[in-house]
């Protein structure tokens, strides 16, 4: 969406921060899970862009509902990008890492960081 980048940002670092505390708080029985939809008419759409929005393209509220009973349903899914697009659902993985390290980075580095972090720098 060119034309739309802060919006874009936004919904994409809300992607990473899903995946990123989902699995961490998931430890301590904690749930984050992100519901990502398509366009939805909601009360920040102005009547008029609604008119101008083409109706083969909307997604109703019901399914964003349908999405909030999945994660309501199932106490152990966290981590899960949900993205809705008209009347589906669907669950967006994690994509492939592109290398072992990077593999490692994001699923293994964990006891590095914890222990990295124990020192903090002084000040000069």
Same mark, same amino acid.
């Given at each position: 969406?060119?034309?739309?980048?802060?919006?874009?940002?936004?919904? %994409?670092?809300?992607? =990473?921060? !899903? /995946?990123? @505390?989902?699995?961490?708080? =998931?430890?301590?029985?904690?749930?984050?899970?992100?519901?990502? #939809? $398509?366009?939805? #008419? !909601?009360?920040?759409?102005?009547? %008029?862009?609604?008119?101008?929005?083409?109706?083969? %393209? +909307? !997604? #109703?509220?019901? *399914?964003?509902?349908?999405? +909030?009973?999945?994660?309501?349903?199932? =106490?152990?899914? !966290? =981590?899960? +990008?949900?993205?809705?697009?008209?009347?589906?659902?669907?669950? /967006?993985?994690?994509?492939?890492?592109?290398?072992?390290?990077?593999?490692?980075?994001?699923?293994?580095? $964990?006891?590095?960081? *914890?222990?990295?972090?124990? *020192? @903090?720098?002084?000040?000069?």
């Amino acid at each position: 969406m060119p034309t739309n980048p802060q919006y874009c940002a936004a919904k %994409h670092a809300l992607v =990473g921060l !899903t /995946r990123s @505390v989902g699995s961490k708080l =998931g430890e301590e029985n904690i749930t984050v899970n992100c519901i990502y #939809p $398509a366009f939805v #008419p !909601t009360n920040l759409c102005s009547p %008029h862009m609604l008119s101008l929005f083409p109706k083969e %393209h +909307i !997604t #109703p509220m019901n *399914t964003v509902l349908k999405a +909030i009973d999945r994660v309501l349903e199932d =106490g152990k899914l !966290t =981590g899960e +990008i949900l993205e809705l697009s008209l009347d589906q659902i669907y669950s /967006r993985k994690q994509p492939d890492w592109p290398n072992e390290s990077q593999r490692w980075l994001g699923e293994e580095s $964990a006891a590095f960081w *914890t222990e990295a972090y124990k *020192t @903090v720098p002084k000040n000069p």
